[in-house]
């Protein structure tokens, strides 16, 4: 039994190492979120067993927690690099014909060739439409626009676009050349109830799932999601020392389970070897 025992502890300091190694790859990649191994101990007995006398099986994995603490802040030159301050993800549109919605902190984004704003990955930025103030009218997907760079001026079309800027609140005003500007829409962010529950698809983009609940939509400023900083890029949340600590207590959890396994194997050769 021990060897099994020892077998489940060597398992979970390999699962350990796997999170801890991803994490620290992933250092550099913007908007990432890392993640941490949970473990609970394995128990049983017969009810007319007295589980003063039993040991425990070993260990299983609970979970691959995420982390969704804030990360660092690093300022840039450029206005659509966009990083978040608070709980809120970016909204965005995958390539058709699936179109799928996702969420992202990952805010370094860019212009294609038919002037829509995407991110890394190739996806829309979806903004909320927006009155004449500037307050959004709707929250529903339905209603949400993607943002694309005018060209010129709606009333003027001699007039060519000359700035783009994003305020705190992720309101979106285009200036033209003739002095008139142009409200686009508001960054279209959401939030969880359940975090820890959103689905990872790779590139620091996330899907909703029932475990973590339905998007809470809104402008920046609402609630949790947080303010909107043009010109600034979330970094991973990743601390390096505190990783490379981990790394070592995993590797030692791993060396003491083989050491076990070492130690049973010997116990048992010296038994068989009895006569």
Known sequence: ???????????????????????????????????????????????????????GQGTHLNGLTQQFSQGTLEGTDKTLDLGISGEGFFVVEGAAPRKGITYTRDGAFAVDANNNVVDTTGSKLKLLP????????????????NFVLPTSSP????????????????LVVATFSDGSNQKLGKVAMASFTAI?????????????????GAPNVGGAGTGSLGSVRSGALERANVDVTEELVALISAQRNFQANAKAIETAGNMTQAIFSIR
């Open 130 to 145: 927006v009155d004449a103030n500037g307050t959004v009218t709707s929250t529903a997907f339905a209603d949400m626009t």
């Open 155 to 170: 009333t003027n079309a001699s007039a060519a676009l000359s700035n783009v800027s994003i305020s705190l609140d992720g």
């Open 1 to 55: 039994m021990s060897f099994y025992t020892s077998l489940s502890g060597l398992k979970a300091a390999q699962l350990d190492l796997s999170a801890i190694s991803n994490n620290i790859a992933n250092v550099g990649s913007i908007g990432f979120k890392k993640s941490r191994a949970e473990f609970g101990d394995l128990f049983s007995s017969a009810p007319t067993q007295t589980t003063k006398m039993i040991a």
């Open 196 to 212: 820890e529950g959103l689905r990872p698809v790779g590139d620091a983009h996330w899907q909703s799932t029932g475990d973590s």
